[in-house]
Each structure stands twice: as C-alpha cells, then as structure tokens.
C-alpha cells in the first residue's frame, strides 16, 4: 500500500496500483482448494503459495488453512477493504471474504497477523443468510467504500434463481440484510462490479443452483435455467433498473468495468455463446451492450454435442485499460487482446495448453474456422496437464499472469475427468505489454496434484495487496 499516513488500503489510482513506486512484486498468492466431487472426504482449504523466484520454496504450497466442514465448494473471494477505501486511514486489508458457493457458508480469514499462515476469524452460518437475506449460494465478494461488504447469490435457500445480495458489516462480519431494495429482483444472478461516479452496479447470471449443483444439462439452456442478461442496478437507492439481453444461451458471467472510475463502459464474457460484448452508457443515460469478440464453435466427434463452444469462463482487464485477457476453457486457450479502442478489441496474443480438442485425445475436430490443426498436448516440467485455462489472475505490473485449471467441481467432474484425478494446476504466463504477445513459463508450476490429502482443484487467484479483479476505485 501507499506509505502515507492519512491513506487507507490499496492504492489513490489504478495507475498508482500498475506503476506506483511503493508497488511490490506479488510475493504469495491465495488460492481456494476445492475436494467436493472428488471422491475424497476432506474440507476445503485455502492454500497460499509461494511464488517469488528468489525464495527456495518458489512454486510450492507453503501453507494451507483447511474449512471445518465439508463440500463447501470454496469459489471466489474478496477482500475486506480495498482501493475504494483508500482515503479511510482507519481501514486495513486484513482479511480475506471466502463465500462458499453450494453449503452457503461465508469464511472469514485474517491474513493481517500473518499473510503467510492465515487463520479462520469468523465464520458466517448459511440460516444467516437464509433468514436475514432469504438469499443463498453467495458467490462474488466486493468490499465497498463505506466499510461493509457487498456479496451476489446465485439462488434462494430452495435452490431456485434469485438474483440478490447480502450486505455484510465491515467490522463485525454480521449480516446485516438485503442490498437491493424493491420487489424487483432478477431471475439469476452471479458476478458483479459497481461505478459509482455512473451510479451504477452491473450483476451477470449463470444459472438456477438446483440444475447446476452436479453438472451440466444443455437441455436445462432450453427450458430457461441459464442466464443471458446483465442487470443494471441504481447504486444509491439500490433498485433494479435495466435488463441488457446477450441472447439465449449467452450466460454472461465474469463482468469488468474499465478501472478508470470515470469510464462508462466495460466487458462481459459469455460461456456458452462464446463472445464477449461491451457493455455501455448510452446517450440517454440508459446502458446497452454490442457483441465485439467471439470464438467460433469447433464442430466435433467424440464428445458431449457436435458444436464446441469455446467456454469463455474468466476475463479481466489490465489496470491501464490496455488489453483484455480471458481464458477458453474447452478448446484450450488464453487470449490476450488490445482494447485500445473498446469497440474493436485487436487479439494480440494467445497460447494453448490443455483443452478438449488436443491431439491423441478423444474428440476429433471436424471444421475449424480458427485452427489449422488440434493443438498437441501440454506438457510443463513432465508433466502433462489435465483440464484447460480457467481462472486467470494478472500481476499489478501487467507483466506475468497466472492461470489454473479447475472450473467448478461437478463441471470438471464431467467435462475434465482427468482434473479429479490428477489434480489442477496453476501456470504463469509471461505478457509483453509493450507489443502484447503470450508465453507460458516453463520453470512455473503448481501441482496441485501431490497436496498431502490427495489430488485437489485449486480455483481463483488473489494478492494479499489486492489485484485487477477485486479493487475498485471511487
């Protein structure tokens, strides 16, 4: 963080955060670790890595923090504080929101004693949420400049699709009740960011919990149980305003404002239809959303359905607003795209590793209007590996992005059968950012397959400084 007395955590600017002097090297890194639908009857934990090269235990698990229940599914994170709380000096990020997407359990962790040993401060019951909210199955963590907590849900405490969010006290880590006001409330929900100099907060849709909880159903698509909407929100009165359409099938799930707080525009990616759209202010004051990336699906033999679709699962933006990142989850792939001007993203860099459709595998490729040939297996330090990029996670720098493996466990489950087995990883990719341009480190790798309990499926990345995808600036 910055070193001034009357400053809070993080950072004054996104660029403070990318090129500020007092800016560190990411030294640990904090990964959820996820045994539901393994086979192995053990908790989840969060495992915080090493990844400084000039530590002797550079690429390795250096502790690991397990839950005190069972199939939790730990999923995403966040902090509580952040850049938006930058001009507050009483607030410090010390400790670490871990929402847990199937029990409804909400964990709260100091890392603020010690960062490389994390312990449990709180936990949050799911009847809390179920309740206070009549909410369930939290999933995105946002801590929000007035010092409380912001989470999306997925559902209701029946498991069916409710897009609403719980509120949780900065302090005190009670619940404190709904966000949104009104009866509206949308079908869905998933992930969210929020704009306050456009008062706005945009949520996304994945799916109803019930129809996702052990796998996916393409029919489900067709009966309306998948999201195709971003939601548009009034941030100060906190009343649902707009639906923006992305199309039957789209289920838009990760959502990105530009950092800088005065920009009206973002990106969304969309699973299953494989495009990113813009999303945007119009001229009215209204938001409305153009498709400007996608991924042509692969027509197939050997596997679920005839079409592939890319699986466009995680995005983020570097934090100068300079190129896009997001991973191709089925066909094997991470993108990187200069988005210099927003309406016309340019792709710039892209590496394979893992994926579906790689050589030697089952699935033959019949039409490709991308590829002149399957890609052949990834194999890094002898080991080839299962699975294909998910989770992606960018150093404040822009310079080296780290990437694992694992989707969600009853997807993994069915789609990368090897992932359960072996275990995910977690790679670095090394980026220019002068030119754009991909590569994968071959001296990195976290093997999550040799964890002492057996194989496990490691999932989002965050800093303990804060990163592109939790801090927002007011």
């Known amino acids: 963080s910055a070193k001034c007395a009357a400053c809070g955590p993080g950072y004054a600017t996104p660029l403070d955060a990318m090129k500020g002097k007092y800016r560190p090297r990411e030294e640990i890194v904090y990964l959820p670790c996820i045994y539901r639908n393994t086979g192995r009857e053990k908790p989840d934990y969060l495992a915080t890595v090493d990844v400084d090269p000039q530590s002797p235990h550079y690429c390795q698990v250096i502790h690991r923090l397990p839950m005190p229940n069972l199939r939790d599914e730990l999923h995403h994170s966040g902090w509580n504080a952040c850049s938006s709380c930058f001009g507050d000096a009483t607030k410090r990020r010390n400790r670490l929101v871990l929402p847990s997407l199937i029990s409804s359990r909400i964990y709260v962790v100091d890392v603020g004693t010690d960062p490389r040993a994390p312990r449990i401060h709180k936990i949050v019951e799911p009847v809390e949420l179920f309740w206070k909210g009549n909410v369930a199955n939290p999933h995105t963590s946002h801590c929000l400049g007035s010092g409380d907590i912001l989470i999306s849900c997925l559902g209701d405490p029946s498991g069916n699709g409710k897009g609403g969010f719980i509120l949780l006290d900065g302090e005190t880590f009670e619940v404190k009740g709904n966000w949104e006001n009104g009866e509206k409330v949308p079908p869905l929900g998933y992930d969210f960011w929020y704009q306050p100099r456009h008062n706005v907060l945009m949520s996304t849709e994945w799916g109803a919990p019930k129809v996702l909880a052990d796998g996916f159903n393409p029919a489900d698509v067709e009966r309306g149980h998948y999201g195709q909407r971003i939601n548009v929100w009034d941030w100060s009165t906190h009343t649902y305003l707009q639906a923006v359409d992305l199309g039957k099938g789209s289920i838009p799930l990760e959502i990105r404002f530009l950092h800088n707080p005065d920009a009206a525009e973002g990106f969304v990616g969309c699973a299953l ?202």
């Open 273 to 474: 239809s494989g495009a990113v759209h813009r999303f945007y202010k119009t001229e009215k004051g209204d938001w409305a959303a153009e498709k400007v990336i996608e991924v042509p699906s692969k027509k197939v033999q050997g596997w679920l359905l005839p079409d592939m679709p890319g699986l466009i699962t995680d995005i983020l933006i570097s934090l100068d607003d300079r190129f896009l990142y997001f991973s191709n989850w089925l066909h094997g792939d991470i993108r990187q795209y200069d988005i210099s001007d927003t309406r016309r993203p340019r792709l710039v860099g892209q590496v394979f590793f893992g994926g579906s459709i790689t050589k030697g595998g089952p699935v033959t490729v019949l039409e490709d209007k991308e590829l002149q040939c399957q890609p052949e297996p990834f194999v890094i330090k002898g080991k080839k590996v299962p699975g294909g990029p998910q989770m992606i996670q960018l150093s404040l720098d822009g310079k080296r992005l780290y990437v694992t493996t694992s989707l969600y466990s009853a997807w993994d489950k069915q789609f990368y059968p090897d992932l359960i087995r072996e275990g995910s990883v977690m790679l670095q990719i090394d980026v220019d950012t002068e030119r754009g341009g991909l590569k994968v480190n071959k001296n990195f790798l976290v093997d999550f397959g040799k964890e002492p309990d057996g194989p496990v499926l490691a999932h989002e990345i965050r800093y303990p400084g804060g990163d592109c995808t939790s801090d927002i600036w007011i």
